[in-house]
Structure formats: structure tokens, C-alpha cells
């Protein structure tokens, strides 16, 4: 079966690993409900992506995608991810920008007891824009809690608060042209002077705080990851319908 790639509503975040030298990142901005059409479709929509070394074991490396924002406070255990999307972190290990690894999650049902289906890292049978349901690994779960796969890997899907920090309300100051997303019109004060830049870092106010996202977060060791590559790896995740 292959799925064509619904390119509305991706984000993605490239990060580097350095096995010997840490971590290094190259991220571009964090995405949320960036257009009406995403807004619609929450399921679709990344938010961030997360790579960084296991706080608990050296050896590991962990994996994180963020979709669905703007989720209100206190109501994250009753939203679920959408069955109908195929969500995967993609891992370059060789250098040329293309996956050379995939781990694929699918989401059986609705509800606070929606299944966790999800691949180990596998050669994709499909590079680029097509992608093929790889075998799953046999281990299934369930939403909100963690469970570990049968080589080992240690897998959540669920929600979680937002982690990225964004003053909203200064950027509709500094742009007070740019609609919102949800509703295609300007937020901005007409009687608020325009700003020239963000407030400083003790002054900031943080829109997303409290508010929260749906989180799928895998580790596993990162030799797992390098394979015979350089001893470095490019992530990027991708949703598709």
C-alpha cells in the first residue's frame, strides 16, 4: 500500500547527532496551525521535533514529534490521534538528505484506550514522497502510557504541555497585519503602537503555556540509528494521509 504524502500541514525540524562530539542542532521555527486548512486538521499538523541524548543512559538517543497544538488546559486525556494518519520520524545516516531509516506509528480507534502500533527503525521500502506500512513491531500499546517494543525500544504517544515558548501577543504587535489561523482575521489592537521587536527575555509572555500537544517520543540506542553511516544523523518527521 502506498501513501501519498499530504505536504499541507508537515513541519520539519533537522537535527544533527554527533556521536562523539554530543549534540548539535539545526532547527528551523516551531509550526502551529500555521494556515485554516491545518488548523482544520489538527491530527496532520507537527509542531516540533526533538532529538537528544537519554537523560538516564549515554548510549541512547531520544526521538521526539509534537502534532495536534493548542490543546486546552485539562483536556489532553480526552483527545487521541488521528487513525487515518501515518506519522514517521525519517533518519538520514549516510548524508545524501534522504531517509535511509523510518519508524513509522499508526493509531488504532478513539479514545482514552486508542491503540499504539508502531515499527523499530527499518529500511524504508519507499524513499521521498510515496512511503510503504512497514511491519509493525508485534508489541502493541495504548495511548498515555509507555510501553517498550520486543527489541527493546521504550515507546510514549500521548499528550503532554507544550514546550515551546512564544510571546503571540507581541508578534501580532510587531506584525499586527498577520491573521490567526483559526479564524483569517487580525488579533492586533488598533490603539497598541506598533512594535519593532520582541519583548526581552524577563518581560515575555508565554501564549502556549498550559496549553498542551500530543507527543510521540521513542528511545533507543543510537547505534541502532548509525548503522555502517558517518556517526552522524538528519531527522525529520512527516504526517500523511
Known sequence: MAISFRLAG?????????????????AHASDHADT????????????????????TNPNNVVLAMNVHPLIPSGQGGTVSFDPSVLY??????????KEHLVIQTKFVG????QGVVITDPVVP??????????????????????FTTST???????????????????FFTILPDRAT??????IANPDQPQAATFRAPGAAQDFLVGLNVL??????????????GSGKIALWCTTSR
Do not use: Y
Open 152 to 170: 527493546g525500544m521504550k515507546v510514549f504517544a500521548g499528550a503532554r504541555e507544550d514546550p515551546f515558548f512564544f510571546d503571540l501577543n507581541q
Open 181 to 186: 489561523p483559526i479564524t483569517g482575521t487580525p
Open 36 to 55: 485554516p486548512a491545518i488548523a482544520a486538521s489538527p491530527g496532520v499538523d507537527i509542531t516540533d521535533v526533538f532529538m537528544f541524548p537519554s537523560p
Open 125 to 146: 521500502s519507499m524513499q521521498g514522497v510515496q512511503s510503504v506500512l512497514e511491519p509493525r513491531d508485534k508489541v502493541t500499546g495504548t495511548i498515555n502510557h509507555a
Open 88 to 97: 514517521q520520524f525519517k533518519i538520514d545516516n549516510v548524508g545524501d538528505h
Open 215 to 228: 507527543s510521540i517520543v521513542v528511545e533507543l540506542p543510537k547505534s541502532q540509528l548509525i548503522g555502517a
Open 10 to 26: 508537515i513541519t520539519s525540524v533537522l537535527a544533527i547527532i554527533a556521536v562523539s562530539a554530543g549534540v548539535h542542532f539545526k
Open 110 to 113: 478513539e479514545g482514552p484506550n
